[in-house]
Structure formats: structure tokens, C-alpha cells
């Protein structure tokens, strides 16, 4: 696989206040992947080996007690539990369209955290925002 082009990594929000040099340290780890209606991102329970940032398509992660979210827009994340490790999904994301999507292996997000504190620390920043704001909706608030 090729790394993706930093032009696509700067036009997703997950991303956007990083620098050009962060930009290019992360590109050789994610990774372009075509999906497929209906085809499984994560699975609750599964071990958590990557995460998965939309660029286009549609998607939907159901967690226990009945409770979902769709996800439709660029930049949207699922698979939030891939730099923990060892660590498990809590939820299953299900694309609901063809699309494209970014992924970072869980491994070489855990390398990057270890080996550059400061990139590392402001992914994990993201992902933790991220998981607050999935969390409220999940609890209704």
C-alpha cells in the first residue's frame, strides 16, 4: 500500500491543526481502503487492530443496550480503542454505503505514540475528544 498523500490527510478534520512534518510522520502509517455496503469495520468485542477515519460513505456503530450512531461525515472516526493496548472494540461499525476510509493499524498507532510523545500525545488528545463526545451521546446527554 501506498501512504496517503498528505493533501488528503490535511483536507480531514481529524488532522487539520497538525503540521506539514506530523502530517508526513503519519502518512507511511495510514492507509486509502475501499469499502463496501455492508461490509464489518470493527466488531464489539474483537480485538481493537485499527482505526478508521471516513473520507467518504456512510457508516453505522451499534454498542450494547441497543444504542447507535451514524457516521457520514469526512473525518468522522470509529475504532477509537486501537491505540490501547490490549484493548477490545465497543462497537460494531457496519458501512451502510461503498466509501473510502483511512486506517491506521492499532501497532503502528502504538509505535508512533511510544517513539514520538508529542505527536503521540496529541492523536490520543483526539481520540479522547472524540470518545468523550461519542460517550455523552451514548448516555442520552
Do not use: C
Request: net charge negative.
Amino acid at each position: 500500500m501506498m501512504p496517503t498523500e498528505i493533501e488528503i490527510l490535511n483536507s480531514v478534520s481529524f488532522f487539520q491543526d497538525l503540521s506539514t512534518n506530523e502530517l508526513e510522520i503519519l502518512s507511511p502509517i495510514i492507509h486509502r481502503v475501499k469499502v463496501h455496503e455492508g461490509e464489518i469495520l470493527t466488531r464489539r468485542g474483537m480485538p481493537a487492530s485499527a482505526l478508521y477515519i471516513n473520507l467518504t460513505g456512510n457508516a453505522m456503530v451499534s454498542y450494547k443496550e441497543d444504542r447507535a450512531v451514524t457516521l457520514h461525515e469526512k473525518g468522522d472516526v470509529t475504532g477509537l480503542s486501537a491505540g490501547v493496548v490490549p484493548s477490545v472494540y465497543k462497537g460494531t461499525a457496519v458501512a451502510l454505503t461503498d466509501g473510502e476510509w483511512l486506517s491506521i493499524a492499532g501497532h503502528d498507532l502504538v509505535e508512533l505514540i511510544q517513539g514520538n510523545n508529542a505527536l503521540g500525545e496529541k492523536i490520543l488528545k483526539k481520540i479522547g475528544a472524540v470518545s468523550r463526545e461519542r460517550a455523552q451521546i451514548m448516555d442520552g446527554e
